[in-house]
Structures are given as structure tokens and as C-alpha cells.
DNA sequence: TCTCCTAAGTTGACAATGGAAACATCATAG
DNA sequence: CTATGATGTTTCCATTGTCAACTTAGGAGA
């Protein structure tokens, strides 16, 4: 015994940590090759003491991806909240700056939360949480074209916006783009084409 | 021997039927559980042999994408020949229609092509592909916006294109959308972004 | 025609993976 | 104090990607 620390038999918050263990890993590590014995070795722990927490490698992706859309959900209500003017527009802009700063900051969620991994299906939690978000796109877009025409609106605000990200993310963009000038100057390309007739 | 067919030692032309499986099995099966060896099984030849041909499942998920890539190039180019209307708009139109139609008739092909895994980066023949494509784009939508304002043009045309492809084909569009509807709507809205003062 | 040579396939091995089962440890409700 | 359930561990299994060593066949050159 000595002095070495006696390490507990359980873990304390091993759930957490295994949460966090994963993210560190789909940060340093392409989303295919992060294996479950391997955030089980980070948290320090055996590969199969995931499964008490999560199903499988699986569960424990949808619910990486569940907390990335609280903190998404929670982040779109805050800059929307941060911005005084009145005008729908301005809150659209911040709306669609806020989304790409969110994808910048939470790569490896966002990729679990919008990549649709086919193992992951059928969370309750991550359906509740995307039916959310596009709800409240929804009610942005009726303020700029009205409730007929918000659906529409919400799907081209939405598939510019993820379009974008995962250009910049995959880091397809054409070198000579800047992404912060062509997050610009795509929310005001947006915001007009939402006035055209439809 | 009998009347069994005794099967060649030699395929004839396994890098075709593998490729072919290779999609057949990617159309039927999540990509995440598409194997090597269940590929070189419906090929018909044992596990190892695809190694010869493509070094590795990687390998032979980028050629793949880069014959996506070809048959994406040249469905593009066609459609715009199809169109004898000089406006711009109209190109540009088809063009949104043709890639939203790539998209859906080639579905394993077309996330291999934009899906970025980190197996199959670096293939020349992909990157070219790729470029191609993004060049071809640059140009329509100088016709419309002028040279300086074409790059970012560009970048609008592709986010909402590829976004919109990605939620279609994740069949992330709320239940109340019409997928031919939505296609025409937001090629009209970007169409008008794109007139939009940046 | 005979002989190599090489591309094309095969077999067998390896370590790593996800998952299941059986077991160990512990915290706590009663 | 004890039983019970949640939390971890160990062991095992089928499957996977990759490698090395082998076999086969189809031609090119003598």
C-alpha cells in the first residue's frame, strides 16, 4: 500500500467522465476511429464499464450529442437575448452567426448532433432536443415572412447555415475564402432571398 | 467436377464487381457497417483480395466517391446543355435542381463524395474532382454577379445546396415539407439572395 | 514451345474492436 | 446488520482491417 493512492473501485462520476473522455477523443481523433475501449482507457477505467451507462458505443454518442444540443439550444436563446434591436432581421443575423460560432466552438458534437450516425437512432432526448431548435427557427422566420411562408424560410436558413458549417468544418472551403467575412455575407444573401416571393 | 461451374481462379474484372458491391452494399447498409470483407463476400472472392486493387477499405471507399465525382461532373454539364434559355437564372436553376437530384439518386455515392471521412483524404483524383466542380460553380455565378462577387456567390449556392441535400437525405426535414416543393422555393430565395448588395 | 515473371487470388495469422456473461465490490435502505 | 441493486471488472466470442506467405494463371521473351 504505501503511499500509492488506492484507487476507489467505483469511479464517483463515471459517467461525466466518460462523457468528457469522449469529447477529448472526437477532438483529437476522426469520429470513425474513437472506440469505446478507448474512452474507457482515458476515463482510466475497463472497457466494458461504459455499457452500465450507456448501452453502447452508440448510446454513449447520442447522449454526447443530446448535451451538444442543450448547449446549443441554450447558446441560440443567448444571442438572441444579447441583441436589442427590434428589427427580425438583426436577430436572424445573430441568429445565423450564432449557429457557425457554435459550430467552430463544439466540432466534435456538432458532428455527432447533425451527422446522423446511423447507430444512434431513436434517442427520445436527441429528437425532443432537434424538433426544439426547429421550432424556434420557425418562429424567427415568422417575423420576417409571416406564419405561411416560416417553413420555407426555416428550411433555407437552415440548410444554408449547416451547409456552411460543414464546409467550413470539413475544411472544404476554397482557401482564398475567408470564413468570417463569408458568414456575412451569407446571413445578408439569406436574409434577402427570405423577401422574395415565393 | 460434375456440371458444378468451376469457378476461376481469376475474376476478370474484380475491381468493377467490387466497386459495384461496394455501392450495392452502401445503398442497403449504414456506412459505419459497411466492411471490406462483407464487400469482397458479395464479390464473391476472399476477404483479402480487394487489397490488391485498392490498398485499403479506405481506398476503395475514394474511388467510389471519385467515380461519384465523374458522374456528378458530367449529370451537372448535361443539365446545363439541357437549357436554352439564356437568362442566367435559369442555369443556375437547373443547376440547383440537377445537384438536389445527384444527390438523391446517388445517395452512397454522395456521402462518400461530401462526407469527408478521414480514411480516404489525399486522393488526388478526389481532390481534382472536387475543385473541378467548385470551379464550374465560380463561373455561373459570375454570369449572374459579376467576377468580384463570385467566389462568395459561389459558397451561398453550395451551403444551401449541400445543407438542403444533407437534411434530405437524413430525412431531417420536418414531416410537413414537400422535398420537390422545397427545392424549387429555395432555389427562387437564393436565387434573389444572390441579387442581394454585399 | 518452354520458361519465367508478375498480376491476381487465397489462406492463415494477428491485434483491436463491440458486445455478452459471469463475477466482484460497494453504498445504502430496511 | 444485512440483503439488494447499482457500479465495475474479467473473461470470452465473433468480427473486423491489415499483413505475410502461398498458389494460380496469363503472357512476354527466349
Known sequence: MLLAEKKPYHHGDLREALLNAAEQALAE???????????ARRAGVS??????????????????AARGF??????????????????????????IRAYLRFAA???PAYGLMFGKRAEMENSPALMAAGAEAWT???????KIVGTIR???????????????AMLILDA??????????S????????????????
Chains 1, 2 share one sequence.
Request: hydrophobic letters at 50%.
Open 105 to 107: 466552438n463544439n466540432r
Open 47 to 64: 472497457h466494458a464499464a461504459p455499457k452500465h451507462h450507456f448501452g453502447s458505443l452508440g448510446g454513449l454518442f447520442a447522449e454526447v
Open 172 to 181: 472544404s472551403l476554397p482557401p482564398h475564402l475567408n470564413v468570417d467575412a
Open 70 to 95: 442543450q448547449r446549443f439550444n441554450a447558446e441560440m436563446i443567448a444571442a438572441s437575448a444579447r441583441i436589442h434591436d427590434d428589427a427580425p432581421e438583426a436577430h436572424l443575423r445573430a441568429a
Open 29 to 39: 481523433t476522426p469520429l470513425e476511429q474513437v472506440s469505446l475501449r478507448e474512452i
Open 183 to 198: 458568414i456575412e455575407s451569407i446571413a445578408t444573401m439569406v436574409i434577402a432571398g427570405l423577401k422574395a416571393e415565393v
Open 136 to 142: 424556434r427557427l420557425e418562429n424567427d422566420a415568422a
Open 150 to 164: 416560416a417553413p420555407a424560410a426555416a428550411l433555407m436558413i437552415w440548410s444554408c447555415s449547416h451547409g456552411l
